[in-house]
Every structure is written in C-alpha cells, then in structure tokens.
C-alpha cells in the first residue's frame, strides 16, 4: 500500500533464501554501495545499513510514491543488476519474504544504533531465531 505521508521511516530486513550464508565480503562491499546509492529522489542522504552473510538491514525513509513491498523487490532488483555488473556471480537467491515494521522521529538514532550492532548480535543469535522471535 503506498503512503502518503513524507517522513515515514522504515526498517526493512531482507534475507537470502534457506539463510543461505552466500553474501560474502566481497559481494557485500558491492551490496552497500547500491544501498547508499539508492535512487529514491531523496533530498538528502536517508539510508543506514548493515549488511551481514545471509541478510541486510536497510533503514530509510521511504518516499510517499513507494510502498515496502515496491521498496523490497526495487532493492533486490538493483543489488542483482550490480552483482551481475561487477562480475560477482549475478543475482543472490532472496526468500520471498521479508520484515518491515516503521520507526519514528523519536526512536531513530536507537534505530541506527541497533543496525550498528547487528554483527555482534548476530554472533549470539541467529535470523532465524530472531525472526521467530518477531513472529515469522
């Protein structure tokens, strides 16, 4: 559904099919710089990421002519066409699936902050069961 207010900011987790650990070092480097990039018509820069073996996590603010689902395969698309560009084995296989949920003003820079410490999260726990634990 797209929306029509101009400061929602969304927090979208994205993860490779069966958490396959396929997204490596080098890919990842290629995937951050699509995602810092992103073609969105923002007015200024409006992306936090972090991108871990089997999934990223993109917080943006999403333009009111885009819903997270146009946002989610927009995403998947771009990553594929630059894997495919710089010559890294083309598309990853992405679970159909994905997590969104909405962040407000006032919870933005714990948002960030949490995104900045999913390396270390994920050492303790993996996606799948923080995914069960989100209700997926």
Same mark, same amino acid.
């Not at 994205?14 to 997204?23: E, F, G, N, P």
């Not at 917080?59 to 885009?66: D, R, T």
């Not at 084995?89 to 949490?114: F, I, M, P």
């Given at each position: 559904?797209?929306?029509?207010?101009?400061?929602?900011?969304?927090?979208?987790?994205?993860?490779?099919?069966?958490?396959?650990?396929?997204?490596?070092?080098?890919?990842?480097?290629?995937?951050?710089?699509?995602?810092?990039?992103?073609?969105?018509?923002?007015?200024?820069?409006?992306?936090?990421?972090?991108?871990?073996?089997?999934?990223?996590?993109?917080?943006?603010?999403?333009?009111?002519?885009?819903?997270?689902?146009?946002?989610?395969?927009?995403?998947?698309?771009?990553?594929?066409?630059?894997?495919?560009?710089?010559?890294?084995?083309?598309?990853?296989?992405?679970? /159909?699936?994905?997590?969104?949920?909405?962040?407000?003003?006032?919870?933005?820079?714990? /948002?960030?902050?949490?995104?900045?410490?999913?390396?270390?999260?994920?050492? /303790?726990?993996?996606?799948? /069961?923080?995914?069960?634990?989100?209700?997926?």
């Amino acid at each position: 559904m797209i929306h029509s207010h101009s400061n929602i900011w969304t927090h979208l987790v994205l993860w490779t099919k069966d958490h396959a650990h396929a997204i490596t070092s080098e890919k990842g480097a290629c995937i951050k710089k699509v995602l810092e990039d992103l073609p969105l018509n923002f007015s200024e820069k409006q992306v936090h990421l972090s991108v871990l073996p089997d999934h990223l996590h993109l917080l943006i603010k999403v333009p009111g002519s885009v819903s997270v689902d146009q946002l989610a395969q927009q995403v998947k698309h771009m990553i594929c066409a630059k894997l495919a560009e710089e010559g890294l084995q083309g598309c990853l296989e992405w679970d /159909e699936e994905y997590y969104a949920h909405s962040v407000s003003l006032n919870r933005l820079s714990t /948002e960030k902050s949490l995104l900045d410490r999913q390396e270390y999260k994920h050492k /303790e726990i993996s996606l799948s /069961e923080e995914l069960k634990f989100l209700g997926l």
